[in-house]
């Protein structure tokens, strides 16, 4: 419930990150962009999902993947589509589609070669973009069914041994992580994305404790279950206490040495 009410706030936040996801190139084969693509063209859609930022074409890559999604892309003053299929198991050092995406790039010359020296990207520049509440309500739970496929996504990704990142990005984050990532969001793409931050966080913290794991809900509600089976007769208080207790203990103990590594890479 608190992830589809952030979802739905987050609709009707009045400023929205606009920087555009601009095609700055492929890493699919090193050469020429797929699907007839080239470096400059600005996606607008995905699969009929609007694309505002990077960070939305981004999620709505891995919300579709593993299919071939319909890209829509504005290319001087006319619009394309082009097809391409996001990977489950992408080379090393890609993403889903092999497709280099980035925010407009601004160069201020050129060297001998005519190759465009002292580039910089554009900062992120906000739009007023909000929804009135009637339009709010179903766009936030759109947006809380597409949170949860993108985490079920990511799971499996995780699962089958392939992110389709960069080699140091972290596979897990504690709170020292999600704090630096949270202020990168408000640095970078101002309050909507951290309110959708805010809404998958509280999404996959309701799914992660509906698991089979002591010490939390689902690790009782597993002890219940075992109870019924067992036709009505308890398990003792004192042998599920120690089993809620070793679990407490396990995960605290995940979380130091998660925080660990977090602060090993802010220091590093």
């Known amino acids: 419930e608190r992830a589809l009410n952030l979802a739905q706030v987050a609709e009707v936040m009045p400023d929205s990150p606009a920087a555009m996801a601009t095609i700055s190139g492929t890493l699919r084969d090193g050469t020429e ?17 609007e694309v505002r930022n990077v ?14 999604q319909t890209w ?22 890609q993403g889903p589609t092999g497709i280099r995406v980035g925010a407009p790039t601004v160069c201020t010359d050129v060297d001998n070669d005519g190759n465009p020296i ?17 339009e709010a309500v179903p766009r936030g739970w759109q947006a809380m069914i597409d949170a949860v496929i993108v985490t079920k996504n990511e799971i499996q990704v995780r699962v089958n041994g392939s992110t389709g990142a960069a080699p140091d990005q972290p596979l897990l984050s504690g709170p020292v992580g999600i704090a630096n990532t949270t202020g990168d969001i408000v640095e970078q793409a101002g309050w909507r994305p951290l309110i959708e931050l805010a809404a998958l966080l509280s999404l996959s913290l309701a799914v992660f404790n509906a698991l089979p794991i ?7 509600m597993t002890f219940v279950v ?4 067992r036709g009505g007769r308890r398990i003792s208080p004192e042998k599920e206490g120690f089993v809620h207790f070793v679990g407490f203990a396990v995960l605290l103990a995940g979380i130091l040495v ?3 590594f977090d602060i090993s890479r802010l220091i590093t």
Request: hydrophobic letters at 35%.
């Open 33 to 49: 962009p797929a699907q007839g693509l080239q470096p400059g063209d600005v996606v607008m859609e995905v699969n009929g999902r």
């Open 55 to 68: 960070s939305e074409l981004i999620f709505h890559t891995r919300r579709f993947i593993g299919e071939t």
């Open 72 to 93: 829509v892309i504005s290319r001087a003053n006319s619009t394309l589509e082009a097809e391409l299929y996001a990977r489950w198991r992408p080379p090393e050092g």
């Open 118 to 134: 002292g580039c910089s990207q554009r900062f992120p520049y906000t739009e007023n973009v909000s929804y009135p509440p009637w």
């Open 214 to 220: 002591p010490a939390l809900d689902g690790g009782r």
């Open 226 to 229: 075992v109870e019924m089976l």
């Open 258 to 260: 998660i925080t660990f």
